[in-house]
């Protein structure tokens, strides 16, 4: 089987060409949606209170925005949250893979697969890039937050031209470039 790792900044559309290749019949695992389960699990909640206190919960659950504003905030923080999640999304993932043995191709869809080190287990790095205005105003719009919030968590992931280094292929997600065909030519689709 081979694992493909598709990645990119935040607001760079990483979601979109997913949606595009679960169409198309390729699985794609979320990386980022199975590490918000594991967050909100009860089994983990023990482990916020312990490494973040009550201030990340409201009303006896963990509360996202709260949690959110903590990490992109303070970068120790944000590396214990990581240290945490990251190793249980990796188990998930590879479970998820024993379950879609018999397919050629897997896809894991993860924002920050190169800081991690993450992009080490795949066969290939896709990344996805968009200009950062574009990518500010996806973002806004997606989260309903402020410009200077979306600021601080790009602040947080690696420029993309340092990303882009690690990838034997880019996506260019502009809204002028035509998508479909880049994702035909790398995805032999």
């Known amino acids: 089987m081979k694992k493909i790792g598709l990645t990119g900044n935040i607001g760079s559309g990483k979601s979109l060409v997913s949606e595009i290749l679960i169409a198309a019949g390729i699985p794609v695992f979320n990386a980022d949606a199975e590490a918000k389960k594991i967050l909100f699990s009860d089994s983990f909640i023990p482990l916020l209170l312990e490494n973040f206190g009550e201030d990340v919960f409201s009303n006896e659950k963990p509360d996202r925005i709260k949690i959110a504003r903590l990490v992109f905030s303070d970068e120790n923080k944000r590396r214990i949250l990581n240290e945490l999640i990251h190793p249980l999304t990796r188990a998930a993932f590879e479970d998820w893979c024993v379950e879609h043995h018999k397919f050629e191709s897997v896809v894991m869809e993860a924002a920050i697969m190169i800081e991690t080190g993450l992009y080490?287990?795949?066969?290939?790095?896709?990344?996805?890039?968009?200009?950062?205005?574009?990518?500010?105003?996806?973002?806004?719009?997606?989260?309903?937050?402020?410009?200077?919030?979306?600021?601080?968590?790009?602040?947080?992931?690696?420029?993309?031209?340092?990303?882009?280094?690690?990838?034997?292929?880019?996506?260019?997600?502009?809204?002028?470039?035509?998508?479909?065909?880049?994702?035909?030519?790398?995805?032999s689709l």
């Open 120 to 187: 080490a287990s795949f066969d290939t790095i896709v990344y996805v890039n968009a200009p950062e205005e574009i990518r500010i105003a996806r973002v806004m719009l997606r989260d309903k937050c402020s410009r200077e919030e979306v600021l601080e968590r790009i602040s947080a992931q690696w420029p993309d031209q340092k990303k882009m280094q690690y990838a034997q292929h880019i996506i260019l997600n502009d809204g002028v470039e035509a998508l479909l065909p880049q994702i035909q030519r790398i995805f």
